[in-house]
């Protein structure tokens, strides 16, 4: 299915959730950690919202983990591909105004 989506882009998952990636107890049936998976939600709320239908405007390949040049912490990347390069946008724009409002309540 993902063969039919030609452009990647890799996304921090910081960009959209500052979810911690475990809770302080014991739990998760698939001991899964939390940061990726709330970061997929709200990226799939972004793109829902815009118009587009998972698997046939785009398709998430997986998970990664990176170091952040931007702290000791690693984040974890969200793999994505996408039918038309331009829904690509979607997700920039989102962050551009997460940063702005960041900016305003300093």
Known sequence: MSDNFDHKVVVPSNGFTDRPNHLPMEGGALNAGYTPVDALCVISNILGSHGLVYGKDWWWI???TKI???G????YNINLSFKNVEHIAFLKLHNLFKNLEDMENV
């Not at 000791?72 to 984040?75: A, E, G, L, N, V």
Request: net charge negative.
């Open 62 to 64: 997986g998970f990664g």
């Open 72 to 75: 000791p912490d690693p984040h």
């Open 68 to 70: 952040s040049n931007f």
